[in-house]
């Protein structure tokens, strides 16, 4: 069963840096991308930023690009998403997702079969 697990959510400062952690477990993932998410209440869920694992290709969101680098491990089981420069409308739940690797990493919510619970970042003034 593959799980994934957030951390490193938290209450942070405009300007301010956050770094939200997804570890993946029970399977084998380098040909997967695993990519983040975040939903606000009353939005649909946005992709943010993914990385495949077979080149360590990354995609990012226009939102967000400049701002949020994703990285993962050599393991290729844990990626990191360092957030700079937050602004109150970053202010979301932040999930990590799971999906098969292909020629285009995907961007919407069906290229992904995997799930986290999680992790809340609020950014205030």
């Known amino acids: 069963q593959v799980r994934l697990v957030e951390s490193g959510g938290g209450l942070v400062q405009a300007g301010g840096s956050l770094t939200l952690s997804c570890t993946a477990s029970?399977?084998?993932?380098?040909?997967?991308?695993m990519g983040w998410f975040r939903h606000v209440l009353g939005k649909e869920r946005e992709f943010l930023a993914a990385?495949?694992?077979?080149?360590?290709?990354?995609s990012y969101a226009e939102s967000v690009k400049g701002r949020f680098t994703i990285s993962g491990n050599n393991a290729m089981n844990t990626v990191v998403l360092r957030m700079d420069s937050l602004r109150p409308e970053d202010t979301a739940d932040y999930y990590c997702?799971?999906?098969?690797?292909?020629?285009?990493?995907?961007?919407?919510?069906?290229?992904?079969?995997?799930w986290g619970r999680g992790t809340q970042v609020n950014v205030y003034r």
């Open positions: 029970g399977g084998t993932f380098s040909s997967s991308v």
């Open positions: 997702a799971l999906g098969p690797g292909g020629a285009r990493i995907g961007q919407r919510l069906s290229d992904y079969d995997y």
């Open positions: 990385v495949r694992w077979s080149d360590r290709t990354t």
